[in-house]
T-cell receptor, first 113, second 114 residues
């Protein structure tokens, strides 16, 4: 069974630009969650999508948004990039049950200059 | 709201020695507990999880953890570590019906020396 894939793996953007990250979950998984990992703040939950609907949301500004497609693939968008958005963005998928194990992808390393 | 505190940011240990990585959590409701490991330039891999039942949980790679409700702790242990265990370890919690939302501790960097 293929694991969670994220594209691209590395990205360099300029402050003020926007970026879209992609996540393909494990086949059969209906939930996709996104996390931001930085040395200062650690791992922080961004949002979760289940069956194309946002089910849970973290405490991030509206510049961070996401969506999920009917095949469960998910995209995350960050608009008006700031230097502080430089981070490793991790996506995780699960079956979507009330308590479930999440499987993480390798992450997308975003650098904002 | 839930929170997780990992009491040690760095733990150096010699190969074949035992290790304990400490995790305390805070929550007003029942939670589910997890330990993840992250190797350099990789995503997170689940080591073990506590959902219910026996408070002693065994995971992969010889790791185990004990859930202590009275002390709100979920410490990770391994009786004998290897060089390959060098990595960052994260404790996390989630709530019922919020399985897709993990709250993580700050991480503990385990460094195994020969």
């Amino acid at each position: 069974k293929a694991g969670v894939t994220q594209t691209p793996r590395y990205l360099i953007k300029t402050r003020g630009q926007q970026v879209t990250l992609s996540c393909s979950p494990i086949s059969g998984h209906r939930s996709v969650s996104w996390y931001q990992q930085t040395p200062g703040q650690g791992l922080q939950f961004l949002f979760e999508y289940f069956s194309e609907t946002q089910r849970n949301k973290g405490n991030f500004p509206g510049r961070f948004s996401g969506r999920q497609f009917s095949n469960s693939r998910s995209e995350m968008n960050v608009s008006t990039l700031e230097l502080g958005d430089s981070a490793l963005y991790l996506c995780a998928s699960s079956r979507g049950e009330s308590v479930d194990e999440q499987y993480f992808g390798p992450g997308t390393r975003l650098t904002v200059t | 709201a839930q929170s997780v505190t990992q009491l040690d940011s760095q733990v150096p240990v010699f190969e074949e020695a035992p290790v304990e990585l400490r995790c305390n959590y805070s929550s007003s409701v029942s939670v589910y507990l997890f330990w993840y490991v992250q190797y350099p330039n990789q995503g997170l891999q689940l080591l073990l999880k506590y959902l219910s039942g026996s408070t002693l949980v065994k995971g992969i790679n010889g790791f185990e953890a004990e859930f202590n409700k009275s002390q709100t702790s979920f410490h990770l242990r391994k009786p004998s570590v290897h060089i390959s265990d060098t990595a960052e370890y994260f404790c996390a919690v989630s709530r019922y019906n919020q399985g897709g939302k993990l709250i993580f501790g700050q991480g503990t960097e385990l460094s195994v020396k020969p």
